[in-house]
């Protein structure tokens, strides 16, 4: 069912419409290039016909969902040519008054435009709709490939982290492989698309104390999340990352380590998530890991949120930023928002 009390797509109707009565007015100009008269009568005409046929379509849009296409097209339409022969009798009798047939023809001619442009406009909808449903399934395929390319990125330091733990301190060798297994939970638990911000900052505490096994003093890790933040929606796997991004080309290549910073706080209606590290001489292996992973990253949130989500990276003072913007939603609302018209 097309949502037509969403304004955008009143909007759109509008301006279809209006160019629809621009062309006709065009073609009915017997001097000049447009008959300015029969544009003005005929714009009232289809813009209120449009405006009221929009609005009993949104009162009554529950109602029209709960039936099957065929009903709900056939009210559809019905309900429009209903209020296209009321606007179409007022308009012939009140503003253009006629006699006899004359009245019925002009109404009939109306009444199968109408219906022509209805046809069009539902059969638009239809396929868009179509579309959004094949879009949301290769958008589900798509996350979950590249939520498998993400495993790889922590596994192998991990092991041989854990490997050398065991002869000389096994109970933090079990306590890092406790924490290895969240982490990789998380990473096949793929078919959640949106997880509690807790659940994330959960899995990043994880992996960074996985890291300060491997690293010691030269890691050093500062927090500042604002608190109430526990239940915003973040797709899984997209701090961590980042995360693990700034200590990789930031915090290893540097003998006497660095400090990442992880930052989140809400700003309007978005939250604001931010991790800094140090930034040291860069290799191209080094550009080219930090370029895969924020494009991975960016790819996934360009499949859930579209443009409200911005993953963006900058560098003052030798110091790199990495930026996330998300549109505040509560993740126990289970689903992202959707473009929609």
Not at 198 to 220: K, V
Request: hydrophobic content about 45%; overall charge positive.
């Amino acid at each position: 069912m097309p949502d037509l009390c969403k304004v955008r797509a009143v909007f759109l109707l509008l301006v279809t419409s209006e160019v629809l009565v621009l062309l006709l007015a065009v073609v009915q100009a017997k001097s000049g290039w447009i008959d300015w008269n029969y544009f003005g009568l005929l714009s009232l005409f289809v813009q209120w016909t449009t405006l009221t046929s929009a609005a009993l379509i949104c009162l009554l849009r529950k109602r029209l969902a709960r039936m099957s296409v065929a009903r709900a097209t056939f009210s559809i339409v019905a309900l429009v040519l209903l209020d296209v022969l009321a606007f179409s009798l007022f308009a012939d009798n009140v503003l253009h008054p006629q006699e006899g047939i004359a009245v019925w023809h002009g109404v009939a001619k109306k009444l199968l435009l109408a219906l022509l442009i209805i046809l069009m406009v539902l059969r638009y909808f239809y396929l868009q709709h179509q579309w959004q449903q094949q879009r949301e399934a290769e958008m589900q395929a798509h996350l979950t490939a590249l939520q498998a390319r993400i495993q790889p990125h922590f596994l192998f330091n991990s092991m041989n982290t854990i490997a050398s733990l065991i002869a000389s301190n096994p109970d933090q060798a079990e306590e890092a492989v406790l924490d290895l297994s969240e982490l990789f939970r998380a990473s096949l638990r793929t078919g959640d698309q949106l997880i509690p911000l807790s659940r994330e900052l959960d899995l990043c505490h994880r992996y960074l104390a996985i890291e300060a096994l491997r690293l010691g003093d030269r890691l050093r890790v500062e927090w500042d999340v604002e608190p109430g933040l526990e239940n915003q929606a973040i797709p899984p796997l997209t701090l961590q990352p980042l995360v693990e991004n700034a200590i990789y080309h930031g915090i290893q290549p540097l003998k006497e380590g660095g400090k990442v910073r992880i930052e989140v706080r809400p700003r309007g209606d978005f939250v604001y998530l931010l991790v800094q590290n140090p930034k040291p001489a860069q290799t191209n292996s080094q550009h080219r890991g930090n370029r895969i992973a924020l494009s991975n990253t960016q790819s996934r949130l360009r499949a859930l949120f579209g443009e409200p989500a911005v993953l963006k990276h900058s560098q003052h003072n030798d110091i790199y930023t990495v930026t996330l913007r998300l549109p505040r939603l509560n993740a126990n609302t289970r689903k992202p928002p959707t473009q929609r018209i």
